[in-house]
């Protein structure tokens, strides 16, 4: 199988290692605007060959887009308006809302499959693409009842061999999700990065003590913005429903430290430490 | 040197078994009220004896203090009282400024030195202990002219047989940082925990997807309450203070959100990136 990845980043970087480690592909081409990014991958030997955008569509078996979220609802209708009954096409990005009705009703709807594989780091470019970055973690699989039985099997496929467990939802679901277990925490490292800079310019030497506790919380604020905006904009409504929520949760535990409310703190944290069950 | 720990949690235990696996003492006992997690000390090999809190003071060199910040400040007192000039008293929490400001006066004043390790994890209890815990993190020393310079001498050389850079700073600024490096971190990860779990009593899958970001950003909820309620209250004002700051961070990015500013969204974002800088 000769497969096409778009966009050689943190994911579609990685994913091209895991379809060349695994076997998965005989050739892995790569499709990447900046030059600076396509030869730095092929540098890595990420991809077999960078080609452009119509050579991979034509002649790949498998097309996997990996581009900022809101460049994929329009490349995935161009795509489909080419691609053959033997071609399957996918994409791996955080949003799917808009992405499965813009292709609702495209006559090749069914050559492709929406997937979500839910990995990533706070480094971007081919440079942090990762060997067996995907091992382990799960993949959203959204309207598999729309993708032909052929394409949703050869991705499954994929992802099996690389040892991810599969879920599957609809779009609506995994949009809320990830709003949830994803995108909330960009934020709230975001601002926590901005609050501790804030001080730190009354403050020359805050950082000296910058433990452990505080790179965990606050190293997604090193995420690139170009990849986050579009997310948090193309998820609009769920993001602001849980940002809401935060800060009302943040604003309760402000009261009960104003108020020296020990009781209200200790069971406030105590019912925060059930999250136990679903952390391993 | 015999030296007695006393509270066999997290960083006492830790600290105990630092004491013996670098050579720091011949002796190690601990003091510890709950049963439980004195035999279960024993039973790990933390300390090679458990004792009463009287004979520790009589009979050790060393006396070192890891119980919850709020129990520091009249523990060291009423050791300061009994001590000889051959011994030393220290404590590692994260809190200074009440527990300064309480000694201040005192005549064995000298014989103490307030240091803060700048290390923990999200577990606590003497199973919570680990090897090599402290290597390479940051200790802070507060008031250090304030310690008996061979008192001073003796901690300073335990924490750099550790492998400890030690920063040296006033009781006032070690609070305002810890608050702003290692407090928020965790308010931001217990009302994260609650937002989430707000939510998953609606949607029952939500937690399928949790990846390594939400894990990062909300392991510190699994905090222990009895441990960081204290250290949130004694550190009321600066607690507060960064708290207000980060909510009003977190409302500037809500309402760049609701407006669609996207070029204000990547702005923020950069500058968040600065972080960079400091965290390694």
Redo the contacts between chains.
């Keep these: 199988m000769k497969a096409a990845v778009i966009g050689l980043g943190l994911i579609g970087g990685s994913f091209a290692l895991s379809l060349k480690e695994h076997g998965l592909a005989s050739e892995v081409w790569g499709v990447e605007r900046s030059e600076r990014n396509a030869a730095k991958a092929l540098e890595l030997r990420l991809v077999d060959r960078v080609i452009e955008l119509d050579e991979a569509v034509r002649d790949a078996d498998l097309i996997a887009l990996a581009t900022p979220v809101d460049t994929i609802p329009l490349l995935v209708a161009k795509i489909l308006n080419k691609v053959t009954p033997n071609q399957v096409v996918m994409d791996m990005g955080s949003l799917k809302g808009e992405l499965c009705e813009t292709i609702q009703m495209h006559p090749n709807r069914g050559r492709f499959v929406a997937t979500h594989p ?4 706070e480094y971007s470019g081919p440079e942090a693409a990762q060997h067996n970055a995907f091992t382990g ?2 993949v ?1 699989i959204c309207e598999r009842e729309k993708s032909d039985p052929d394409a949703l099997i050869q991705v499954e496929t994929i992802y099996k061999t690389l040892g991810m467990p599969i ?1 599957y ?1 609809s779009a609506e ?1 995994q949009d ?3 709003a ?3 995108h ?16 730190e310019r009354e ?1 020359e ?19 690139l ?2 990849t ?2 579009p997310i ?2 193309g998820n ?1 409504y769920n ?2 429903d ?6 009302h ?3 309760i ?2 009261r009960m ?2 108020k ?1 409310d ?1 009781e209200g ?2 069971a ?9 069950r ?2 391993k």
Excluded at 118 to 121: A, F, P
Excluded at 242 to 247: A, D, G, K, N, S
């Design positions: 839910m990995w990533g780091t973690r799960t959203v879920v939802m679901e809320l999700h990830s949830y277990v994803s909330i925490s960009h934020i709230t490292s975001f601002a926590l990065a901005l609050t501790v800079l804030e001080k403050e030497h805050i950082f000296d003590l910058a433990g452990g506790g505080f790179e965990s919380t606050v190293r997604l604020a090193k995420s913005p170009e986050w905006a948090f904009m609009k993001v602001l849980v940002l809401r929520e935060h800060i949760q943040l604003q535990l402000r430290l104003e020296d020990r703190l200790l406030a944290m105590k019912k925060a430490n059930t999250i136990k679903i952390l």
